[in-house]
Every structure is written in structure tokens, then in C-alpha cells.
């Protein structure tokens, strides 16, 4: 199946740094990637749709100016975490569907996430 | 309410036993449907897809019912190794994902 790779795949920072974290699609090319934010003990949850040479699309409650989206080729996205805090420390997922496969019907494509701990 | 809801488990089962799991979604107009598995501290993987049919992979079977608005996966014969947490994924005309909270299975010797 494809892949898709996440880096770091682990990162503790200090309060108030900024966190960036890359996810590349190592086979295909994704026109669209999504950022996830999974709790412990909790599902994930949609944070954006990233769409490459457009602006990020949020989910509500997602602070655009705190999670900074940017999908710069087809092949790769990044998520920064700014100013980051405590509570932002989650595990970050990001996924890609194969668009030969359609958007619909599509399985998604998950990299290994990323953990992130701000202390 | 939840757009997608799972049983809430955990189920703890032995080796041998057959568990079933089942998620129902809200949106009618929702149009496939995966279940998922995720390991601890892992990210999730895809088990299979769900078909109106229904439709079988080994020891897995999984079934839609769009009229319930319902899914269900059925696994035979648990092993060891499927203990991890199951989402129910399903996906809109738009090809937004829903992940389901899951539902975790423990299986012992």
C-alpha cells in the first residue's frame, strides 16, 4: 500500500516554542493531506484538510493562527504547533488518500504520527 | 450525538472466541465505510473495507446495513495478536472521515 511518513516521530519542547512536524507522501502524489490530534484513551480528531497550493481548510474549534498549515508540493505538508503549551501535547497524526483510488472510497494513508510532549 | 458511535468495550476475551463489535453513524448520506485497527501508541491501520454486501477476510467479516445505518465486524477465532483498539470509520460524499471513539479488545491465553 502506499506511505506516508511523518518527522519527528517524537519531540518534547518547552512552553511557549514552536513545533513543526512534516508529513510526506513517499509514492503518490496527495493534492490533499489531513492533520489529526489523538488524546490518550480518545479517538482522532480532524484538526485540517491541507490543500496543496491552497489554504488549509480547519475544523471548528482549530485555531488557525496556533496550528499553521502549510502544503507546499504535492508531496509534503507541515504542520507548526506555535507557541505551544502543555495542552497542545497530543499525538499528531497526519493521513493521505491515494487520488488514483478517489476521494470518496479511498482508504486512508496514516503516517506513524508524532508525539509531542511540551513541558 | 456522536456522528459515529462504537460500543464502548473494553472487551476482554480468550483466545479461540469470537467477538463481535458494531458501529452505527448519523449521517445518511455518509457513503463507504472502513473499520480500522490502531495498536498503542500506533497509528491506524487499515483492516478492511465495509461493503453492502458484506464482505469476508479470513477470520473477519464485516456488514453494512444502510437502512440501520449500522456496521458490524465480526472476528472468529481471536487470537493473541488482534488485541488492539477497532474504529469505525465512515466517510461523506465529500470524502470527510469520521473515526469512531473504537472499541478495544484484550484477548487472553
Known amino acids: 500500500g502506499a506511505v506516508v511518513s511523518q518527522h519527528p516521530s517524537w519531540v518534547i519542547c518547552k512552553s511557549g516554542t514552536s513545533v513543526k512536524i512534516e508529513c510526506r507522501s513517499l509514492?503518490?502524489?496527495?493534492?490533499?493531506m489531513f492533520w489529526y490530534r489523538q488524546f490518550p484513551k480518545q479517538s482522532l480528531m480532524l484538526m485540517a484538510t491541507?490543500?496543496?497550493?491552497?489554504?488549509?481548510?480547519?475544523e471548528q474549534g482549530v485555531e488557525k493562527d496556533k496550528f499553521l498549515i502549510n502544503h507546499a508540493s504535492l508531496t509534503l505538508s507541515t504542520l507548526t504547533v506555535t507557541s505551544a503549551h502543555p495542552e497542545d501535547s497530543s499525538f499528531y497524526i497526519c493521513?493521505?488518500?491515494?487520488?488514483?483510488?478517489?476521494?470518496?472510497?479511498?482508504?486512508?494513508?496514516f503516517g506513524p504520527g508524532t508525539r509531542l510532549t511540551v513541558t | 450525538r456522536k456522528e459515529v458511535e462504537q460500543d464502548p468495550g473494553p472487551f476482554n476475551v480468550p483466545e479461540g472466541a469470537t467477538v463481535a463489535f458494531n458501529c452505527t453513524y448519523s449521517?445518511?448520506?455518509?457513503?463507504?465505510f472502513f473499520w480500522y485497527r490502531q495498536d498503542c501508541r500506533k497509528e491506524p491501520k487499515l483492516l478492511m473495507s465495509?461493503?453492502?454486501s458484506g464482505n469476508e477476510d479470513g477470520r473477519f467479516t464485516a456488514q453494512l446495513n444502510r437502512a440501520s445505518q449500522y456496521i458490524s465486524l465480526l472476528i472468529r477465532d481471536s487470537k493473541l495478536s488482534d488485541s488492539a483498539t477497532y474504529l469505525c470509520?465512515?466517510?461523506?460524499?465529500?470524502?470527510?472521515?469520521?473515526f469512531g471513539d473504537g472499541t478495544t479488545l484484550t484477548v487472553k491465553p
Open positions: 493521513s493521505a488518500r491515494d487520488p488514483t483510488s478517489g476521494a470518496v472510497r479511498s482508504e486512508q494513508y
Open positions: 509514492d503518490f502524489q496527495a493534492t490533499t
Open positions: 491541507s490543500n496543496e497550493g491552497s489554504k488549509a481548510t480547519y
Open positions: 449521517n445518511s448520506a455518509s457513503q463507504s
Open positions: 465495509v461493503y453492502s
Open positions: 470509520v465512515v466517510n461523506t460524499n465529500a470524502g470527510k472521515s469520521t
